[in-house]
């Protein structure tokens, strides 16, 4: 299937390290994508190709998957983490996208 | 710099259509496809349909194939999305994005909202 499922939420104080998971069959072949969202405000993109990190995106996020999970990690959360964070694979071709549900990632 | 300017709110009555508008200027129009993104109010992102920046070549899915219909103009270097029989569960915020193929691209545009009610 093509389905991407997040947990809902995560919450983890400043310093401490957050894993925002991402399930689906298709990952094994198929690379995840990682999008941030603060409120009000477009998407950016804060990991591609499960690992690789755009420039400008801080060193203390990163990404991994195996399996059929995909993990993005921040180690020593900022209190300016606090968003939504989606991940994004193929669906049947590559053109076609697939959104998991988003976590809210809240600093406490 | 990149920039993917979109048309301005909109508020409709259901079974009309609407049409967004996604101006584009800073790098070569035809080197990317566009994605449409849709997020309703409070609710995660859901991905709606690609235009090839090329050749205007188009996918979508099921959900929204015979409602959807995108297009795009290289001479103005915009995309547009146009849904039809709007109904109130398609009140959401509209985006528009450079699709490489795998991702999309920052950044994308602002956001359109689009308001369904009678």
């Known amino acids: 299937s093509y389905e991407l499922t997040q947990p809902p939420s995560v919450s983890v104080s400043p310093g401490q390290t957050a894993r925002i998971t991402c399930s689906g069959d298709?990952?094994?072949?198929?690379?995840s994508y990682w999008y941030q969202q603060k409120p009000g405000q477009a998407p950016i993109l804060v990991m591609y190709?499960?690992?690789e990190r755009p420039s400008g995106i801080p060193e203390r996020f990163s990404g991994s998957s195996s399996g059929t999970t995909a993990t993005l990690t921040i180690t020593g959360v900022q209190a300016e983490d606090e968003a939504d964070y989606y991940c994004q694979s193929a669906g049947t071709t590559t053109t076609y996208k697939v959104f998991g549900g988003g976590t809210k990632l809240t600093v406490l | 710099q990149v920039q993917l300017v979109q048309s301005g709110p909109e508020v409709k009555k259901p079974g009309a259509s609407v049409k967004v508008a996604c101006k584009t200027s800073?790098?070569?129009?035809?080197?990317?496809?566009f994605s449409w993104v849709r997020q309703a109010p409070g609710q995660g992102l859901e991905w709606m349909g690609w235009?090839?920046?090329?050749?205007?070549?188009?996918v979508s899915p099921q959900k929204f194939q015979g409602r959807v219909t995108l297009t795009s103009e290289t001479s103005t270097a915009t995309a547009y999305l146009e849904l039809r029989s709007l109904r109130s569960d398609d009140t959401a915020t509209y985006y528009c994005a450079r699709d490489n193929g795998q991702w999309l691209v920052d950044p994308w545009g602002q956001g359109t909202l689009v308001t369904v009610t009678s």
């Open positions: 298709a990952l094994p072949k198929e690379f």
């Open positions: 190709k499960d690992s």
């Open positions: 800073g790098y070569t129009f035809t080197s990317h496809g």
């Open positions: 235009i090839s920046g090329y050749n205007g070549h188009t």
